[in-house]
C-alpha cells in the first residue's frame, strides 16, 4: 500500500469568525451536539495526552462524561499511568477528531481529581460489569493471563451482589480545566480553518491561525 497516496479533499464545510460564539464551551456544546446527530461514533471518545515524571509524553483514549464553564471530566483509576502522570505533571492536552465532520477540537488545561461525591454518583450509574471491572483491574499493571482477570471478576461477582457496589477508593474522575481550545475545519487544498480561544484576564481571545 502506496500510503503517499491516501489522501481526500476536505470540502463539507467552512469556519469564519462570524460563526464562532464568544465562549469555547458554547461553541465546543454547537459542536459536540453536530457530532452525536452525524452518526460519529463515540463522539465523547478524546485522546488524552499527559507527561510523566522522566519528561516522557504518553496518551490513550477516554471518554467525556461531563462538560460545562468549569471544565471537562472524564473518570479512571487514581493508580493508573495516566493518574501518575497527573500527579507530577498537571498540565495535559485533549483531542477530539471527528474525521466523519472533517473537524477536530484540541484542549491544553489542567487536571485535578474531582470531588468523591461526583465520582460517587456517577460510578452508581455504571452498569454492573462495569462497576466490578473498576474492582478488578489493577489498571496498567502486568497481567500475565486474561485468565486472572476473568478469576478476579468471579470473585467480585460474589462479594459485590449487582446494586451493592461501592465505589473503590482508587477509582473517581478528573476535571480538566482548560486554558486554550482550538477548533480546526478541514478546507481544500489544506487550507483549514483554525480558530484559537485562549483566556486572558478579560476573558477569551479568538484568533485565526494559519493552517
Given amino acids: ?62 471518554l467525556l462524561k461531563s462538560f460545562d464553564e468549569h471544565g471537562l471530566v472524564f473518570f479512571t483509576n487514581y493508580e493508573s499511568r495516566k493518574a501518575r502522570d497527573i500527579a507530577v505533571h498537571a498540565e495535559v492536552a485533549l483531542m477530539f477528531a471527528w474525521i466523519g465532520l472533517e473537524r477536530q477540537v484540541t484542549i491544553e488545561g489542567s487536571a485535578g481529581q474531582t470531588e468523591t461525591a461526583l465520582s460517587e454518583k456517577y460510578f452508581a450509574g455504571r452498569p454492573y460489569g462495569s462497576q466490578l471491572g473498576a474492582w478488578v483491574s489493577a489498571q496498567s499493571s502486568v497481567v500475565t493471563t486474561r485468565g486472572e482477570l476473568e478469576s478476579k471478576l468471579a470473585e467480585y461477582e460474589k462479594k459485590f451482589p449487582k446494586g451493592k457496589v461501592p465505589l473503590p477508593p482508587y477509582w473517581g474522575g478528573y476535571r480538566v480545566k482548560p486554558r486554550a481550545w482550538e477548533f480546526w475545519q478541514g478546507r481544500a487544498n489544506r487550507l483549514h480553518d483554525r480558530f484559537r480561544y485562549t483566556w486572558s484576564e478579560g476573558g477569551w481571545v479568538i484568533e485565526r491561525l494559519a493552517p
Fill in 1 to 62: 500500500m502506496n500510503l503517499e497516496q491516501l489522501r481526500r479533499e476536505y470540502s463539507q464545510a467552512g469556519m469564519d469568525r462570524n460563526d464562532l460564539a464568544e465562549d469555547p464551551v458554547e461553541q465546543f456544546r454547537r459542536w459536540f451536539e453536530q457530532a452525536a446527530r452525524a452518526g460519529i461514533v463515540e463522539p465523547n471518545a478524546m485522546a488524552l495526552a499527559t507527561v510523566g515524571a522522566d519528561g516522557r509524553p504518553s496518551q490513550r483514549t477516554v
